[in-house]
């Protein structure tokens, strides 16, 4: 076989055509390392849902935003809201601390906000990130429906129902208040008021206003039973013995 022939028989055997393949290779690479990257984001996506929805239906991080409960709690304590505490039949109890909505009782005013910092906000708040709406409260419960609550006996006390309160949860050096009262709760509503009795705005403030104080039962939004962080001061919140002496109310008042 002559030169001619053998380079025309080189020339004409097939060369192996590889860009189709290696661009099918190289999509499938591309796609799958997008799904990788998709994951992680999809996984937090799915995680923030879920405690988002942890959040508002059974379980909620509320960040103290001020000294209105100390010493039972301080600015900075993060505590968890049981939301399911009072859904099924239960209701708040005296000597409860509570989280509530005081829209129409301790605030009757309209709230501006941006709508995309409120929604950024509420959503800080729900992973207790950020304080609450300036709308929500934390207090004790002090009386509930029916509850005959004055201030103060001889000893400086309250009563409820006629019977003293040893309020040993008192913010140390605080009388139990400095101004005297002598309200009967009405049904279906509290009067609470804050630990730091000097520097809690609470039912005292709010006499004059429309519901002389009370919250209705229907803007609690649940009860603090514990102290999530930090974690130096975790702890369960306990009702106080000191209400297990108040009778029951008389009975209905007009």
């Known amino acids: 076989m002559d030169t001619d022939a053998q380079l025309t028989e080189r020339d004409s055997s097939p060369t192996p055509h590889t860009g189709s393949e290696q661009g099918s290779r190289s999509a499938r690479l ?6 990788l990257r998709r994951r992680p984001v999809a996984l937090l996506a799915a995680c923030l849902a879920f405690v988002l929805v942890l959040s508002a239906f059974v379980a909620q ?8 409960m100390e ?3 301080q600015i900075g304590d993060r505590v968890l809201v049981n939301k399911l505490a009072y859904r099924f039949g239960s209701a708040p109890a005296r000597g409860d601390v509570v989280v509530f909505d005081g829209t129409g009782s301790f605030v009757h005013r309209e709230q501006g906000e941006n709508p995309v910092a409120g929604l950024l906000r509420g959503a800080g708040a729900a992973l207790g990130l950020a304080p609450p709406a300036e709308t929500d409260y934390v207090k004790r ?9 004055t201030c103060c006996d001889r000893r400086g006390r309250i009563e409820v129902n006629g019977e ?3 309020e040993g949860y008192l913010h140390p050096g605080d009388a139990p208040s400095s101004v005297d009262f002598d309200v009967v709760v009405p049904e279906g509503k509290l009067w609470v008021m804050g630990d730091h009795r000097a520097k809690s705005s609470d039912s005292r403030d709010h006499l004059g206003d429309p519901g002389g104080g009370t919250v209705p039962v229907d803007k609690v939004i649940g ?9 130096s001061r975790w702890r369960t919140l306990h009702t106080p013995a000191a209400f297990d002496r108040i009778p029951a109310a008389a009975g209905p008042h007009g």
């Open 71 to 73: 010493n039972t709690l």
């Open 164 to 166: 003293p309160v040893s």
């Open 223 to 231: 009860r603090a039973d514990l102290i999530t962080w930090p974690v």
């Open 30 to 35: 591309l796609a799958r390392t997008a799904g």
């Open 61 to 68: 991080p509320f960040l103290i935003p001020s000294s209105s």
């Open 141 to 149: 419960v002090i009386g509930i429906g029916g509850d005959h609550v």
